[in-house]
């Protein structure tokens, strides 16, 4: 009977490595994608019970990967270096996208902005707003990143001091800024507005260049310049700069 079983679950992992040879690990359901590592870990057993137990558990996919090892081995026919690889996946999966970006990234538009900051953000709480601003030399390199504030989980204000300091620490003027909306949705709101209109003034004064403010969000994510925000804001303080004398006072 034994025999029967071990022969049962070659077959079916024979099928499934035939599936992701052929169509990818994106055409598995997150059970299958966890009962696929687990093979690795769990030679003898039927991994697909396990992995739901796992979903059932810890809620998502993300959340069995951000448990705790004592946790997953709660899971009836968990093994410790089963537990132990899950919990180590973020982990990877980070260094993964840090050295596909290069120690110093290119920033060449707003698409590669988003692509940088999705990465940053996927490592932070998702359940408060942060700030990350990145400094990038005439060509694109990114020469200075960091996170420059955090707030709570419905807004977040800007360090007005670090941001003057980071900037000033280097010779590039261009920089994009981003945060993140522990909403999920990335439309901006009329405080998101209202900054964006302040910094661009900011930038101008103390001749820096803000290339583009990005909202990150679960469900998508939202680029102020792709939505000319950003020319908008930064013309309208440059014309009211032009008509404006040393006194403050507007010129007829």
């Not at 966890?34 to 739901?52: G, M, Q, S, V």
């Not at 959340?63 to 180590?88: G, H, I, K």
């Not at 522990?182 to 507005?193: M, N, R, V």
């Not at 209109?197 to 310049?225: C, P």
Request: proline fraction near 4%.
């Amino acid at each position: 009977m034994a025999k029967d079983n071990d022969n049962l679950h070659a077959n079916h992992r024979k099928r499934m490595r035939q599936r992701i040879a052929q169509n990818g690990l994106d055409s598995l359901q997150d059970h299958e994608v966890l009962e696929y590592i687990l093979y690795a870990f769990i030679p003898r057993k039927d991994t697909n019970p396990i992995a739901h137990k796992l979903l059932d558990l810890a809620g998502s996919l993300e959340n069995v990967f951000n448990s705790s090892v004592e946790m997953l081995m709660s899971v009836p026919n968990m093994t410790y270096s089963a537990s132990l690889f899950l919990t180590c996946m973020p982990n990877i999966i980070k260094r993964y996208n840090l050295q596909k970006h290069g120690d110093k990234p290119l920033l060449l538009n707003s698409r590669s902005a988003i692509d940088y900051f999705k990465n940053i953000f996927a490592h932070e709480d998702q359940m408060q707003e942060n700030f990350f601003i990145a400094i990038v030399a005439p060509d694109g390199r990114v020469v200075d990143s960091c996170k420059i504030s955090k707030g709570d989980s419905d807004q977040c204000k800007l360090d007005v001091k670090k941001f003057i300091l980071k900037t000033a620490s280097t010779q590039a003027k261009d920089f994009f800024i981003s945060h993140n909306h522990p909403s999920g949705i990335p439309t901006p709101s009329l405080t998101d507005f209202e900054f964006t209109k302040w910094l661009a003034s900011l930038s101008v004064t103390l001749e820096l260049h803000m290339i583009d403010h990005i909202i990150i969000a679960k469900n998508g994510h939202y680029s102020f310049r792709d939505n000319g925000i950003i020319e908008q804001y930064t013309n309208e303080f440059k014309t009211f700069c032009r008509n404006t004398d040393v006194n403050g006072k507007y010129r007829k």
